[in-house]
């Protein structure tokens, strides 16, 4: 199959990767040809690391480069394709014009997806004389390496071109998830607590990022919240807590951090700079908090910390499914490869009984305000 890919980047390198190791041929377009050449490195310097793992031989690795094509044009890259994954700017204009683009060079029955992360795939569609067969498909970073594909379907949408970019992420070898065309989609929507809990309580005074960030990994997380705000990039998390913000209109539960916002006014944005809610050296290790953040402060009980973020996580899955967009286990599959967590919301919930998760939302309510109002589909189920 010709796989066209429009956006030569961190997420265009890596699912192209992905694609030329299913066996598929690849066509590989950006607007800069610098940023061909850099995309077709990393392709390289990607083949190469899973050949030093003994994952792929030489053969293969060289096999899978030569079905590489540059395609100085968006047209040579989407024509004879049967799927051409956008993954350029996160700016809605730009996706409409390529998809505008898009709509004229492919041939009529191929797939066209893009990789956004949070812009509407219905809005993207709008441009183009067959909507039908836009999708989104949402892949994660590394996309090498992420198995998880959100696969979104739009308003127009149309079922068997969900079909077609499903069956097209499993012959990847990824796990994909459906999804309706929602702020957030899955993962980042309902992770969002993950980071927004833990900042107030950094803002309240109640816990310092260190005893937080230990609380989650003693709960089985790979990483605490302030450790991976620093990885993904503060102002990158911070966009995301305003675009979820704006979408679920202004909802408290989705209010951004003024902590967040004062590190990425100051330029301290993680550890591609350096610092951010950690310090850290030329190599990558952490040598301690950022100087603001060093006072322990009151701390809350490990306990706790875990039931507040873990319980919020919970209701927004809650709030996520009864609106519609996706079912439970496929919820539960998205968070647990797409955020790492040990269980998926619904799972936890069922660990804890649906009466103790409500009893606790409840009492949370009372004392951190309506941001931990019971969901209603978890109302309902509860209440049978
Ligand atoms: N980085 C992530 O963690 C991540 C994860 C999932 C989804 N995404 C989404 O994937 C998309 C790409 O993100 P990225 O991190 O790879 O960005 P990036 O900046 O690394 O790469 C984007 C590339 O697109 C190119 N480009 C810009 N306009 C173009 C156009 N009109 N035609 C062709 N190429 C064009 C740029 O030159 C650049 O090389 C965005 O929509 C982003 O939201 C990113």
Same mark, same amino acid.
């Given at each position: @199959? ?35 050449? #850099? ?36 047209? !040579? ?14 700016? &809605? ?20 997806? =893009? ?28 996309? !090498?390496?992420?198995? &998880? ?34 702020? #957030? ?20 005074? /109640?816990?310092?990022?260190? =005893? ?10 790979? @990483? ?18 305003? !675009? &979820? ?22 330029? =301290? ?46 209701? /927004?899955?809650?709030?996520?499914? #009864?609106? #519609? ?25 069922? =660990?804890?009984? &649906? ?30």
């Amino acid at each position: @199959m010709i796989v066209g890919i429009v956006g030569a980047g961190t997420m265009g390198a890596g699912i192209a990767q992905v694609c030329l190791s299913a066996g598929h041929d690849v066509r590989l377009h950006d607007i800069s040809a610098s940023a061909i050449a #850099g995309g077709r490195a990393r392709i390289e310097d990607g083949l190469g690391r899973l050949v030093a793992r003994g994952r792929l031989d030489a053969q293969g690795r060289d096999a899978a480069l030569a079905r590489l094509t540059p395609a100085p044009t968006l047209e !040579a890259a989407a024509a004879g394709a049967q799927v051409v994954i956008e993954a350029a700017l996160e700016e &809605l204009e730009a996706k409409r014009a390529i998809f505008r683009a898009l709509d004229r060079a492919a041939s009529a029955d191929a797939l066209l997806a =893009t990789n956004t992360s949070a812009l509407s795939v219905t809005a993207i569609a709008e441009v183009v004389r067959r909507p039908g067969r836009v999708l989104g498909l949402h892949f994660f970073n590394p996309a !090498a390496v992420m198995t &998880l594909v959100e696969v979104v379907a739009g308003e127009r949408t149309d079922p068997a071109a969900v079909a077609a970019g499903t069956a097209f992420a499993e012959a990847l070898g990824r796990r994909p998830v459906a999804c309706h065309d929602a702020p #957030g989609f899955i993962v980042n929507r309902v992770n969002r607590p993950f980071m927004q809990e833990a900042l107030r309580m950094l803002e309240a005074g /109640e816990a310092s990022i260190e =005893t937080i960030d230990a609380a989650i990994v003693a709960g089985g997380f790979p @990483m605490g919240p302030f450790a991976l705000m620093d990885l993904v990039g503060v102002d990158v998390d911070d966009a995301v807590a305003r !675009a &979820l913000f704006a979408a679920f209109h202004a909802a408290p539960r989705f209010r951004p951090s003024p902590v967040q916002a004062r590190l990425v006014a100051a330029g =301290t944005l993680g550890r591609k700079t350096g610092g951010g809610f950690y310090r850290y050296d030329t190599v990558g290790r952490v040598l301690g908090p950022t100087e603001v953040f060093a006072a322990g402060g009151a701390a809350l009980p490990a306990d706790e910390i875990r039931t507040r973020i873990e319980l919020a996580i919970v209701n /927004e899955a809650y709030h996520a499914a #009864g609106e #519609g967009v996706a079912s439970p286990p496929d919820i539960d599959l998205a968070m647990q490869l797409g955020a790492a967590h040990p269980l998926g919301p619904f799972e936890r919930a069922r =660990t804890l009984g &649906l009466r103790r998760v409500v009893g606790e939302l409840r009492r949370l309510e009372r004392l951190q305000g309506e941001r931990f109002r019971v969901a209603p589909a978890l109302w309902q189920i509860a209440s049978v």
